[in-house]
């Protein structure tokens, strides 16, 4: 995600409708100021790479942004049945 760019608050799709889907949210580097991901009302911060998120609900509220001066890089990982 490059700076400036945004992800409003949603819901993925297939969280809905997939049996037993599962989301897991990975950062590709280490925190900086202005790289944003909330989820739910959780501003998750401190992050360091490869540290591995897994949703506590996966149809729960989320998205993200970048206010920093650096691209925001991240991996998304989805499971379902």
Known sequence: MQPGNFMPMHVDPHALYQANSERYWMPWQDYQP??????????ISNYKMGDLYRYGDSSALHGAANIG??????LQISTYE
């Open 69 to 74: 001066h650096a691209p925001r890089i991240v």
């Open 34 to 43: 202005g790289h944003i991901f909330l989820y739910q009302d959780q501003f």
